[in-house]
């Protein structure tokens, strides 16, 4: 990992003591809304035994949400930062989510070992480079018949919000995280298929819903990649 890199993970680490409040103060009471939209938008609800890992998971929220709305799911929360990763592990009172440490830009899972693979207002905070990569694991880890989900922050529409918003864009992310969240769904559709955006009823977060390959095409047996997963637990 590169020294920037791990200055970032310090940062994080950081970070994760007062994350939760800062979202709080954020979001105000769009949150819980906002993440229940995404858990519904995976389209889960026939799956058996679903397979949810939740990438740059922060303090865990998306992956609990997961994890309380479907009892039978295998939930994965993966993020870099220790600190973030044991504030996440705290709130999981059912113990029922397994927390891996690593990069996003590297995935230590088998190809096709997911049902769903989300990553909740975190992309627009990775370097170019490192956002890419990740969208490609992304891409791999999935399963065919999968659904990548990308939850990012809309461009606020009110002048003086929207100046806030992109000053705290330039002093917390990196360069081009402006750009990146002006182009809509453009960057998605290099790597995925059937991108499609929807919002959330607030308005305040944008979700973008990514295929690995179109509609039809069926999983392959997940021999390989169950025994990887199971072998971490
Ligand atoms: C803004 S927080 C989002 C947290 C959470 N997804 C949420 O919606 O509240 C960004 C998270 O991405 C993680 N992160 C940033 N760069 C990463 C990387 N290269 N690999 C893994 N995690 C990373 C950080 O540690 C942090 O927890």
Redesign the pocket.
Known sequence: MSKI?RG??KY??V??YF?DLF?KLHSHNYGEET?KFLVDSAQLEEKIHPRVL?????????VLAFAKQFSDILAVG????L??MHKARDKDVSDKIMFIN????RLSFADESFDVVC????LY??KNE?RKA?LLEMKRVVKPSGLVLI?EHEVPRKRFIKMLFYIRMMTMGPKDSREFVKQGISPFEKIFVNVTLAHSRSGKSKLIICQKKPPGVADPIPLESMAKIQDKR
Do not use: K, P
């Not at 990438?55 to 998306?62: D, F, K, R």
């Not at 993966?78 to 930062?81: A, G």
């Open positions: 890199r970032r993970q994080y680490n970070f994760s994350y979202i993440r939740d990438i740059c998971c922060g303090t865990g929220s998306v993966y993020d870099f930062s600190g973030m690593g990069d996003a830009a990553c909740s207002h975190a905070e990775l490192v990740a939850m």
